[in-house]
Each structure stands twice: as C-alpha cells, then as structure tokens.
C-alpha cells in the first residue's frame, strides 16, 4: 500500500483522538466553565443583548474571544454545547491544516505520529475548554502553513499566500497579544532562509503578509469605534495589560523557568525535547554536509 493511500486513515484516526480530546471538555463532563471562559461566556450573552464591550461589559482581552463566544450562544441557542461545537470545529480545522502541512514535507506517517503526540499534550492544557488558545491554534498553523507554501509555489499565488499568512496573524492578535508569537518564529525562519540557506525572499511577500495584519487590525478597530469606545478599548487591552505584565527580569527567568520543568516532567513533553534535540543535531549535519 502506497504512503498517500493511508493518508485519509491517518486524518480520521487524528480526528478521532481530536474527538475524544473535546469529549473531555464538553458541557456534560464540565457542566460549570472556569473562571476565564465563564467571563467569555458572561460577555457573549451581554453582546448579543446589545450592550458595548469595554464600556458596559469589561475584559483586558481583545474582541474576538467575546464574539467567538456569542457566536457559540446563538449557535446553541444560549447553551454552552454552541461554543463547544466551535471549539470542536477549531481543532478538527487545525488538525486538518497541520496534516496537509507536515505530509508536505514528511512521511504521511511522521505527520501522523507529529499531531497524536500534540494532542496528547494539548489534552494536558485544555482545563475545561473554551480558551483563546483553542481558537489560536488553526491561526497558528494556518499562518505556517501559508508562509512556507508561499516559499515554495510559483509567482501567480505567492502573494495571495502572504496575505493570508498576515491575515491569520492579525486573528491572532485580535484574539490575544501574547499568541502572536508564531510571527517573530517565522521572521527568524525567514532571516534563517535568507542569511544561511541564501535563498531570496521577495520583499512583496513581507508587504503582503503586513497588509493581511493590516486588514484585520482595520477591521477590528473600525467595529471598536462603531460598536464599542476607542478609548476604554486602548486602556483595557493595552494599557492594563501592559501594567498586568511589567515583571521584572527574574520574574520572567523563574516563569521561563517553571514552563521548562512544566514540560520536561510531562512524558510527552521529554518526547517533544528528545525530537527538537533530534532536529538540532540533524540540521547541523546537513550544514556540514553542504560545507563539504
């Protein structure tokens, strides 16, 4: 049996274990949601009875979470199992884009084992569901996904292809700040490329990717100021949160620190340290390689 012929069992059987992951968290196992998605939810059934986010109902998050969380009530008609039928279609979305991806570049069944071990992990994080972090990750991997196809296909879609790298992370962004880490991974993949692979990246690529970030930033803050007030907006998503963050250096070390130990205890997560470890010592004997 050819690789690509067991391609559609490997996405069902990673469908099927990112179905028993959401049964986890659905509304019959956790039928009162934490304290964070409790509040998404509160601010969800606030916005679709009219009232403005940031002036009648208050977060430190940007917009999107609120919405994705209404969207969900009206879905389910004021019920929770709305938001989790979302959730459920994020993951399956993001398991999808990251098997196309991986089986691009690896053995259908590297990719396979690749995502079962993610969500595995990503079982370990969920506490109870609905988090701005489920919803990133088919932004996460879209973004990846399209910034590495731009590379790789020919002129006619290379633009289109940023674009929609930059739109993802504007989605990003709009979700919460402190996701938007995939784009500087991205920047350094792309210096990587240009600097020790000496390939060349177009700058309109990069144009492309900032005028994706730019149409989602312009819609947002234009549904700010129809919907909402500049203003409180501004305070409450950055000024606080810049306040909420201001750490010092050790404080940052120690909780760098603890995500480390945090992982490393984890089985899965030493398995994730030995495969990076892995790709570390064979990018480095590639390089040699082409010394020689």
């Given amino acids: 049996m050819k690789p690509e012929s067991r391609s559609p069992t490997?996405?069902?059987?990673?469908?099927?274990?990112?179905?028993?992951?959401?049964?986890?968290?659905?509304?019959?196992?956790h039928p009162t949601p934490p304290r964070d998605p409790a509040f998404y939810q509160f601010a969800?059934?606030?916005?679709?009875?009219?009232?403005?986010?940031?002036?009648?109902?208050?977060?430190?998050?940007?917009?999107?979470?609120?919405?994705?969380?209404?969207?969900?009530?009206?879905?389910?008609?004021?019920?929770r199992w709305g938001i989790w039928g979302l959730e459920v279609f994020s993951l399956a979305a993001a398991v999808l884009m990251a098997y196309l991806f991986l089986r691009r570049r690896f053995a259908p069944l590297s990719a396979f084992l690749g995502i079962s071990v993610g969500l595995a992990f990503f079982l370990q994080v969920l506490q109870g569901g609905d988090y701005t972090e489920e919803f990133a990750l088919p932004l996460q991997v879209a973004a990846a996904a399209a910034?590495?196809?731009?590379?790789?296909?020919?002129?006619?879609?290379?633009?289109?292809?940023?674009?929609?790298?930059?739109?993802?992370?504007?989605?990003?962004?709009?979700?919460?700040?402190?996701?938007?880490?995939?784009?500087?991974?991205?920047?350094?993949?792309?210096?990587?490329?240009?600097?020790?692979?000496?390939r060349t990246i177009p700058p309109r690529l990069w144009l492309s990717a900032a005028a994706g970030?730019?149409?989602?930033?312009a819609g947002a803050l234009g549904y700010v100021l129809w919907r909402s007030d500049?203003?409180?907006?501004?305070?409450?998503?950055?000024?606080?949160?810049?306040?909420?963050?201001?750490?010092g250096l050790r404080e940052h070390v120690r909780a760098l620190g603890r995500g480390v130990v945090f992982v490393l205890r984890s089985p899965l997560g030493a398995l994730a340290a030995v495969a990076w470890l892995g790709a570390l010592a064979s990018l480095g004997r590639r390089r040699g390689a082409d010394v020689l």
């Avoid at 590495?148 to 989605?171: H, I, K, P, T, V």
């Fill in 10 to 29: 490997h996405l069902l059987g990673l469908w099927a274990l990112a179905a028993l992951v959401m049964a986890s968290v659905s509304p019959a196992i």
């Fill in 44 to 79: 969800g059934e606030r916005l679709l009875a009219g009232e403005r986010l940031y002036v009648d109902v208050w977060d430190h998050k940007p917009p999107l979470i609120h919405h994705l969380n209404a969207l969900g009530l009206l879905l389910g008609a004021d019920s």
């Fill in 147 to 198: 910034f590495f196809a731009a590379l790789d296909e020919g002129r006619s879609r290379r633009g289109l292809l940023a674009l929609a790298c930059g739109l993802a992370l504007g989605g990003l962004f709009f979700l919460r700040p402190n996701l938007i880490g995939i784009a500087p991974a991205l920047i350094v993949v792309g210096l990587w490329l240009v600097l020790v692979e000496r």
């Fill in 213 to 217: 970030v730019g149409i989602v930033a």
């Fill in 230 to 247: 500049w203003g409180e907006f501004w305070r409450a998503v950055f000024v606080y949160n810049r306040v909420y963050t201001a750490l």
